[in-house]
């Protein structure tokens, strides 16, 4: 069964105080790993897919790697309008699985 | 190029009652997804959609939940009779045959009291 755990659930930011945010999965046969942006009230919003170990994406502040294991969402100098919660998904076949994702805050 | 829509945007409901839920995906987009998503958690697929054939329903409550995706496009997906788990937010996403990523649709927030 694909697993995927997000981690830290919550995480308050300064900003301009940059972190990274955590996505361990176990998939058997990996099409590729997904991060979306999910505000409140909206459809998760498409940011990066990853399909092997070492690749790297990039979109403003934002920077999404990728190894065997996990994968981490790095955001640099962040801003408010960053705060969103943040789901990582993997696909096996045609099937997505997400995460619960990690609920981000950043204050002024 | 227009989103995946949903209607309605919200909905309450007594429990035992009957509701259903509509989507248009992307023009194009073979690929139709129903997702469950409960307040605080990620989503979770209900239904998978390639044209109008089932490919992925192993988690879908079938004693009260269906789906259906007449002529390949657009989907409904209804409750009967709704529990008072239910309440959650229902995302359709649609995903065209060159894309790897899924689009989603606002969703509709289902509220069972």
């Known amino acids: 069964e694909d697993q995927v755990t997000q981690s830290p659930e919550a995480l308050r930011l300064q900003e301009g105080e940059s972190s990274s945010l955590n996505c361990s999965y176990t998939?058997?046969?990996?099409?590729?790993l997904f991060w979306y942006r999910q505000d409140p009230g909206k459809g998760p919003e498409f940011l990066f897919t990853l399909y092997s170990a070492g690749e790297e994406k990039e979109k403003e502040r934002l920077k999404a790697t990728l190894t065997k294991k996990e994968s981490f969402l790095h955001i640099t100098a962040p801003k408010p309008e960053d705060s969103a919660t943040y789901l990582c998904a993997v696909r096996r076949d045609s099937t997505l699985t997400f995460g619960k994702g990690t609920m981000l805050l950043v204050s002024p | 190029e227009a989103g995946v829509a949903q209607s309605p945007r919200y909905k309450i409901i007594e429990k035992r009652q009957s509701v259903a839920f509509w989507c248009n995906p992307i023009s194009g987009h073979a690929t139709l997804y129903w997702y469950q998503q409960i307040l605080g958690q990620g989503p979770k697929l209900l239904i998978q959609?390639?044209?109008?054939?089932?490919?992925?329903d192993s988690q879908l409550p079938k004693d009260r939940f269906s789906a259906e995706r007449l002529k390949g496009v657009d989907s409904t997906l209804k409750i009967q009779p709704a529990k008072l788990e239910d309440s959650a937010v229902y995302l359709c996403?649609?995903?065209?045959?060159?894309?790897?990523?899924?689009?989603f649709g606002q969703g509709t927030r289902l509220t069972v009291v």
């Open positions: 959609f390639q044209n109008n054939g089932v490919v992925d």
């Open positions: 998939v058997s046969g990996l099409r590729g």
């Open positions: 996403a649609s995903r065209g045959t060159l894309n790897t990523e899924a689009f």
